[in-house]
């Protein structure tokens, strides 16, 4: 009787019950071989088996009583192991793992192939690639020496790789904000004295915006970047600025027809701080001093003589929120002589 089928399982060391379509039927060859021509093919489950041999029954079944083993042919037919795969990282230049002692093992990227080993004695393998972008999906099989493919083994890279330091722009006393950039999709944080004081996620360019209170001048804000995975950035740190008032300047309109008596504006404009408050002092050719306006938002002022001369308008500036110790403090200066004749009423 001849029979082929797949391998079901393993009876014995030389035994195979195999399935030919019909059922399951015992190759039994144990004990009963009388002429052997070379050893028992050695097959897994799922290879093919063809025998001819005496037609019986045993307690299981049906069996097939082989009177010598060239009368079994076997065939391997059977996929390997699906490989078991290490992880893989963005830093790693090589993927490791098992698979069927002396298969080929091959990785590929969207149907690429980036690389193939073959599995030693005791199925490891080394594949060496190039380095992979976080997220990659490699697709990894094993196939034997007769040409039986896997099914594919899938692995996606991981990102292990932390952001870069982000770019942070200045920050003074008076901002309620820290902004720069950072790698898109990152988590950014600012701390101060270990203190987290804001935090916010990058846009698709890699902005942010993080909302925080006022920082006094002089402190350290340390801020980082943290990835979808969880690495961290080192830290960028920017020193707290003082927002004062660098430089100041004054104009002057005259307007009117009087002898003297014309309408004076002063104009005061300047840099450095975004609220700025100015004060105003006249000085008359004597040295006397009158003040037109103590500190504040007000940046033009208006006066009109009572007497021809010479006169000198001040004007002193400072931030808003800076105060110093005496009530003359101020951080710019400037000042600007003119003359108001009675005969030209200027």
Do not use: C
């Not at 701390?191 to 935090?199: A, D, F, P, Q, S």
């Not at 890699?206 to 804000?221: D, L, M, P, S, W």
């Not at 707290?240 to 104009?251: A, I, P, S, Y």
């Not at 504006?265 to 700025?276: D, H, I, K, L, W």
């Amino acid at each position: 009787m001849k029979v082929k089928g797949k391998v079901v399982s393993i009876f014995d060391a030389n035994s195979y019950v195999i399935n030919d379509g019909s059922g399951d039927v015992l190759v039994f060859t144990d004990g009963y071989i009388v002429n052997q021509s070379g050893p028992v093919p050695v097959l897994k489950v799922g290879d093919t088996l063809e025998a001819v041999g005496l037609s019986g029954t045993f307690a299981d079944g049906t069996r097939i009583r082989v009177r010598d083993t060239k009368e079994l042919v076997g065939t391997d037919t059977s996929k390997p192991e699906v490989p078991f795969i290490n992880g893989v990282t963005d830093q790693d230049t090589t993927i490791s793992g098992t698979a069927e002692v002396n298969s080929v093992v091959t990785a590929k990227v969207d149907g690429v192939e980036i690389g193939n080993a073959t599995a030693d004695t005791e199925g490891k393998f080394t594949i060496a690639i190039a380095v992979q972008n976080a997220g990659t999906k490699l697709f990894v099989t094993a196939t034997d020496a007769a040409g039986n493919v896997s099914e594919v083994a899938e692995v996606t890279v991981l990102d292990v790789t932390a952001p870069g330091a982000p770019v942070v722009n200045g920050v003074n006393d008076n901002d309620l904000f820290i902004s720069g950039k950072a790698e898109p999709g990152a988590i950014v944080t600012a701390n101060v004295n270990g203190k987290e004081i804001g935090t916010a996620t990058t846009d698709a360019e890699g902005n942010f915006t993080i909302n925080i209170a006022k920082q006094v001048a002089g402190a350290v804000i340390h801020v980082t970047a943290a990835d979808a995975s969880k690495n961290v950035s080192t830290d960028a740190q920017v020193t707290v600025t003082d927002e004062v008032v660098t430089k100041v300047g004054v104009t002057s309109n005259v307007t009117g027809n009087h002898a003297f008596k014309n309408l004076h504006q002063f104009t005061a404009v300047s840099e450095g701080s975004r609220y700025a408050v100015y004060r105003f002092l006249l000085q008359d050719e004597k040295g006397n001093i009158t003040l037109l306006q103590d500190y504040g938002v007000n940046s033009t002022v208006s006066w009109t003589p009572k007497l021809p001369g010479t006169y000198t308008i001040i004007v002193l500036a400072k931030d808003k929120y800076n105060n110093g110790f005496l009530s003359s403090y101020h951080e710019a200066e400037t000042k600007l002589t003119f003359t108001v004749n009675p005969s030209k009423g200027k």
